[in-house]
């Protein structure tokens, strides 16, 4: 026999915490009444509709008479102690009585735990007709069980099996405990034979007389109708308390309005409200909204676990996607409870109810629906679910019901104060609209970066006029379409399927990426009506038909800007008001500002607002314009200026080094031309070819940098598929005869890019050139190439490397991810940003053996940048090793393979 429910907390109705202390006293009483010297008392525990033995108590000291063991036909000794004082009428042994013998204190009685007997133990349990306490439950009837050879030949075929008992009973009293009527029997919703409990009593003497008498059996019944009366009492009174709790709670709960308006603050009260209250598992807060006319999920827990996206995201839906839930809260408004895992055509007739974000519900064991009603309506529901049996009683029930009633008129007082709030709100933004203009006037003239003016600029002009967007364009440098620089808004814009098949929109993730989708946003320019009508002059409005047009002709951008925040089909007629903005006969850029819903115009007042915030606009961003040149032409000249001395120092370091060594081997050579012999001039011929090579390097290397013109000159490539393994075989294959270290490569032979073959094995080349350099003798070099797609890219490359257009245009582009990576002696985080610019070595590499012009990962970088990739140090650390990372556009392998197969070919 285990133990199958836990008689603790408010999760049931039934009986859910009797003390120990009154059941050990009621036991006491009936000993004492009857002469026993053991009493055990086994109560209904309706979670699991069982008899549970919740105390079992005896004398103490009683000496034990029989062999722990009971076997059939053993006898009890003689031992016995009279105990026959009766229960008095009001429940209590009264010390003032005249008793008829001494009443035993509780100190004179001991507990029976398991390890000392098997037989009627603590927490064990009975179903109806086992044993005989299932038998007496089963009759209703109390009866009086001889001796224990009887007990067990009845309830178990006159075998002791595997129980152990210290004390062998000698006859035993079973009376079943019936509820007593009380108010129920008053109300007329007692049932017939409803049993509270049964209690055994036994002694365990065989004296002469000794034994129950069978006139005790009637008398045990009327005994334990006042043991009944005291349970059901113990009962009212911790049903009283846990009213009292629950009022206490209620009051709580009713208090979070008027002295908080906020939704969470109520939602999280209610939700400690239902932990403390009942078992639950998982809950769900549902509320409908009648001006959208839509349902949002607003909390849920699932499993113990609360759903934080729904705080941030609510999950909405229309009537007609939830069409269970509509009916049972908003047609038929009444209180729906069953359990899942029991009423499978239940589950299935409201498995709408059972899903979503709180989780799958079907194999919980209750599932409860609370509608939120007010007056005449709903509006919304409450859900809830256990894992617990029959966890929500009547009582629970009716308690929920309150607190949802409260939490009903709370919400609703937050709506009628949030709108009460926003209307005077909008008063006092009417009344600081002036102060707003001047404000305004003031944020714009008196910033002097283009990107914070612009932001300022369209921020104001919707806070002015109360819009939710608001845009800035700008004619490109072809003067063909108009790129759009600021815009207010577009974090709020709801997206929705258009039915253009065009892709939505991503969300931005930093402001760089942010600024890069908004000038994804460009419409056509020259020759279109808008060309037309900014010549015409003066502001005008754009209707839903001409914007319909621009939308045909945009790009995707533009398409999706257009569709998506002004020709929404929720709000039909909607226009754009246009104002151009010139400076003197300059289009300096348009504003663009959608009228609001169920407005086709804007009021005199309003446009004339905007016409003199974008002349002064315009004056402020011509002077910033200008402000930016003569920083970028500063910020140039001093950059120049440093480039100029890194030069200098650069190259007077590294070409005193060659020309120092040709000098000095042909001044040997000079001095000993008599006695030299010709090993020696073949080693000093030898050391003068490499210093001179050396040279050469430098120079070609200055000439090819020189060559390749300012960043942004087109260099000319012959552009075709290269194999990788193959280019990276070649390059490795010229080092090895010179380096020292182990080359290690790891390329898949289908791996193909797009690009100049002899530039991409001259890129190879020096990367691993620049490793081996600065890599001590006996080290290994890793070359690894693998393919990948662009958007892979977003998490390795560094911020100024990345193109945030091209990745959400292109992001699905194939490439192939090549590294190099050296055991050497790494670069200081300070210089790893310097490294590829012109001329630039990092500081200890002038004072290493290692000579170079700075100008290897200048070549290299733009080598890749024209053959459309990146290049950049994705890793180094000191005395540790450096990686060098590039990608370029993957291709299939190429049908004739033939020249490419080796990278080869020859450039005119």
Excluded at 323 to 351: G, R
Excluded at 460 to 473: N, P, T
Excluded at 735 to 754: F, G, T, Y
């Amino acid at each position: 026999m285990s133990s199958t429910s836990t008689w603790s907390g408010p999760e049931s109705y039934a009986d859910d915490g009797y003390p120990v202390s009154l059941l050990k006293y009621l036991l006491q009483q009936m000993m004492a009444q009857f002469a026993a010297q053991g009493a055990c008392l086994a109560l209904l525990d309706e979670s699991i509709n069982q008899m549970r033995i919740l105390a079992h108590v005896r004398q103490r000291d009683l000496q034990a008479v029989h062999p722990p063991l009971a076997l059939p036909g053993t006898r009890p000794g003689s031992i016995r102690r009279r105990m026959t004082v009766h229960l008095e009428h009001d429940g209590a042994a009264s010390p003032n009585r005249r008793q008829r013998s001494v009443l035993p204190s509780l100190d004179d009685l001991e507990d029976v735990t398991p390890q000392q007997s098997s037989l009627f133990a603590v927490d064990s349990t009975y179903p109806k007709g086992q044993d005989v306490i299932g038998f007496a439950w089963q009759k209703n009837d109390a009866f009086i069980v001889k001796s224990h050879e009887e007990y067990l030949e009845i309830f178990h075929s006159g075998q002791a099996d595997a129980m152990y008992i210290d004390m062998l009973p000698s006859s035993y009293l079973i009376v079943p405990i019936e509820e007593p009527p009380l108010l129920a029997e008053v109300h007329g919703q007692r049932q017939s034979g409803s049993l509270l409990g049964v209690m055994v009593l036994y002694q365990v003497t065989s004296s002469i007389g000794s034994g129950f008498q069978p006139r005790q059996r009637q008398e045990a019944l009327q005994a334990v109708e006042r043991v009944a009366l005291y349970l059901q009492n113990d009962r009212l009174q911790r049903s009283q308390h846990r009213t009292w709790e629950y009022l206490q709670l209620l009051q709580e709960v009713s208090t979070a309005f008027p002295t908080t308006v906020n939704l969470p603050d109520l939602v999280e009260k209610m939700y400690r409200f239902i932990k403390q209250v009942v078992n639950v598992s998982s809950i769900m807060l549902t509320l409908y909204d009648r001006d959208t006319e839509r349902i949002y999920d607003i909390f849920a827990v699932s499993h113990d676990k609360q759903v934080l996206v729904l705080s941030d995201q609510p999950i909405v839906s229309t009537k007609e996607e939830r069409p269970v839930w509509w009916q049972v809260t908003q047609q038929e408004k009444h209180t729906l409870q069953f359990s899942p895992s029991h009423d499978p055509e239940e589950a299935e007739l409201y498995h709408e109810l059972l899903g979503g974000a709180w989780g799958d519900q079907r194999q919980a064991e209750v599932f409860l629906l609370l509608p939120m009603k007010m007056f005449s309506r709903s509006v919304g529901s409450l859900r809830l679910s256990s894992q617990r049996v029959r966890a929500y009683g009547p009582e629970e029930v009716e308690v929920l019901e309150t607190m949802v009633q409260i939490v009903t008129v709370g919400i609703e007082n937050v709506k009628l104060y949030e709108r009460d709030r926003q209307l005077l709100h909008e008063a006092k933004q009417r009344e600081a609209q002036l102060a707003g203009i001047n404000s305004a006037l003031q944020s714009v003239s008196a910033v002097l970066n283009v990107d914070e003016l612009l932001s300022s600029f369209v921020d104001s002009v919707a806070d002015l006029i109360h819009v939710d967007l608001s845009v800035f364009f700008q004619l490109s440098q072809n003067k063909e379409e108009l790129v759009a620089q600021a815009l207010h808004g577009l974090s709020s814009a709801t997206m929705q399927d258009d039915g253009s098949d065009l892709p939505a929109l991503a969300p931005p993730r930093n402001k760089a990426e942010h600024e890069a989708l908004i000038r994804m946003i460009r419409l056509p320019f020259k020759d279109t009506f808008l060309e037309q009508m900014v010549n015409e002059g003066g502001f005008f409005y754009l209707e839903a038909t001409q914007l319909d047009d621009l939308a045909q002709k945009c790009d995707e951008g533009g398409a999706i800007f257009l569709r998506e925040t002004i020709l929404q089909p929720s709000i039909p007629g909607r226009q754009m008001l246009m104002i151009p903005m010139t400076y003197q006969t300059e289009l300096v850029g348009l504003l663009g500002v959608p009228t609001p819903k169920g407005v086709r115009f804007f009021r005199p007042k309003e446009v004339g607002t905007l016409l003199a915030i974008c002349a002064q606009t315009t004056s402020a961003i011509r002077n910033a314009n200008l402000f930016g040149q003569r920083e970028e032409a500063y910020a140039e000249l001093q950059r120049m200026d440093k480039l100029k001395d890194e030069f200098l120092v650069t190259a007077s370091h590294e070409l005193r080094t060659p020309l120092s060594a040709i000098i000095g081997y042909t001044s040997l050579l000079r001095r000993q031309s008599s006695r030299i012999s010709p090993p020696q001039i073949l080693r000093f011929a030898t050391k003068i070819g490499g210093a001179a090579q050396q040279l050469l390097d430098l120079v070609s290397n200055m000439t090819v940098a020189a060559q390749m013109g300012a960043l942004d000159k087109r260099l000319d490539l012959t552009i075709a598929p290269v194999q990788v393994l193959s280019a990276a075989e070649i390059a490795a294959s010229m080092l090895s005869m010179s380096a020292e270290q182990k080359i290690n490569h790891n390329v898949d032979p289908e791996l193909w890019v797009n690009g100049d073959a002899l530039y991409f094995r001259q890129i190879i080349t020096n990367l691993l050139e620049n490793a081996a350099k600065y890599s001590p003798s006996e080290s290994q070099i890793t070359f690894s190439a693998e393919a990948k797609t662009l958007i892979e890219m977003q998490n390795l490359l560094p911020e100024d490397q990345i193109d945030h257009a091209a990745m959400v245009e292109q992001e699905g582009m194939p490439i192939v991810l090549i590294r190099v990576q050296d055991q050497g002696e790494g670069i200081l985080p300070e210089d790893e940003s310097r490294i590829f610019e012109k001329f630039v070595r990092a500081p200890r590499s002038l004072t290493t053996p290692v000579r170079g012009s700075g100008l290897g990962l200048y070549i290299c970088r733009r080598y890749v940048e024209a053959m459309g990739g990146r290049l950049w140090l994705e890793q180094s650390i000191p005395n540790k090793g450096s990686t060098f990372t590039f990608y370029l556009p993957r291709v299939e392998s190429p049908i004739e393979t033939g020249e490419y197969e080796t990278g080869e070919h020859q450039k005119s």
